[in-house]
């Protein structure tokens, strides 16, 4: 089955700098990308995706970058806030596996005010 | 409605009780799911319904029971758990494969179970 490995699992960037967050995948069938966000007691929630026919989506402040060849997906967040300190997870799927997602170990994101 | 719900938000219970968790979706989704998630951990996926039939079992223990009633709502009976299972339950939904390229999970808001 697929196998997503996520880095870093800690990572604590000064507001207003960039944070970076890498994931790899190791099923090339793989075609769907999301990322979710998680604050503390609460649910993860979508924050943006990609599909296996893009290289980069960007959405305001949050971009995702997928490179098929090398199987990794990126998430990057400019002019980080103290509001983007959660957890973050990617995760990979493929259409045919029954729905199954296959999900990142999670990065904490601590944005230093 | 965009939204799943999920209740109770917060459950206690002993080791020899019965209890259920619920949730719902107004979305039109027909795959629904149940998954187990720790502290800082990704989310663990239990059970997948899809178009209301059981596809997906990841192996769960017999003690955790899922029902799917209609195409709205999950069910997921507990019986009989270990301290063990303390965990947010998280349900989610999205269409299922075969229906749309590319499947979106919209998550609920949890169950915070604690077994004592």
């Known amino acids: 089955g697929e196998n997503v490995e996520q880095h870093p699992s800690t990572l604590s960037v000064q507001e207003g700098d960039s944070a970076v967050i890498k994931c790899t995948y190791s099923d090339s069938a793989s075609n769907y990308f999301p990322w979710y966000k998680q604050e503390l007691g609460k649910r993860p929630q979508l924050i943006i995706d990609?599909?296996?026919?893009?290289g980069e989506k960007k959405d305001q402040r949050i971009a995702v970058t997928l490179n098929k060849t090398a199987k990794h997906f990126s998430l990057h967040i400019t002019e980080t806030q103290p509001e983007d300190s959660a957890v973050y997870f990617c995760a990979a799927t493929t259409r045919g596996t029954g729905n199954q997602f296959y999900f990142g170990t999670g990065t904490s994101l601590t944005v230093i005010p | 409605d965009t939204e799943v719900t999920q209740t109770p938000k917060h459950l206690v219970m002993g080791m020899t009780n019965k209890k259920s968790l619920k949730c719902e979706q107004h979305?039109?989704?027909?795959?629904m799911y149940w998954y187990k998630q720790k502290a800082k951990k990704p989310p663990e996926l239990m059970f997948v319904?899809?178009?209301?039939?059981?596809?997906i079992n990841e192996s769960v223990p017999s003690r955790f029971s899922p029902e799917c009633p209609n195409s709205s709502l999950l069910n997921l009976h507990l019986h009989a758990l270990q301290p063990e299972d303390s965990a947010l339950y998280l349900c989610?939904?999205?269409?299922?494969?075969?229906?749309?390229?590319?499947?979106?999970?919209?998550f609920g808001p949890g169950t915070r179970l604690t077994v004592l």
């Open positions: 979305m039109g989704h027909r795959a």
């Open positions: 990609i599909r296996s026919n893009v």
């Open positions: 319904y899809s178009y209301e039939k059981l596809s």
């Open positions: 989610a939904s999205s269409q299922p494969s075969g229906r749309a390229a590319y499947n979106e999970q919209f």
